[in-house]
């Protein structure tokens, strides 16, 4: 699905496990293509139900196995390099996206990479907040940057809470 502008809805993941650190993920077949899972929302699909949709194709994880510590309020977008818009239609030109930051519940051997068909990612690391940023491939780097941005109030509130147990 893609809107009328030829931005394609997708929602972003960002899951932080008890030492706050964050789940880097390792695209299939590539030696330094990192980051935050990520999805598309299907056709009449809530953000929300397209998260834990794309949560459990893509690191195996279910609605119980995390919490909902923050959501961007708007769209963040971001166009895709020339080199990789598709000759087809409706045209593609970039995603928009909500970022859900989420702490996992669980244990950490829960994350799986092969719930899908097809994984999308192969390797995994826990990082510290910010690290994403000089990491990720320059055309999402606003975005994450925006994301993370937004979202570092509730990651606080949740670390200060989690001191204070």
Known sequence: MVDEEGFRPNVGIILADEDGKLLWAR???THDAWQFPQGGIKADEAPEVALYREMNEEIGLKKDDVEILGVTRGWLRY???KR???D???RCIGQKQK???LRLL???SRIRFDKAGTPEFDDLAW???WFPLGQVVSF???VYRRALKELLPSYNRNLVERSAV
């Open 79 to 81: 166009r895709l390099p």
């Open 27 to 29: 695209r299939v077949g």
């Open 99 to 101: 970022w859900f930051l």
């Open 127 to 129: 990082v510290s907040y």
């Open 88 to 90: 087809q239609e409706p």
């Open 84 to 86: 990789l818009i598709r």
């Open 106 to 108: 669980g244990d950490k």
């Open 140 to 142: 999402k780097r606003d």
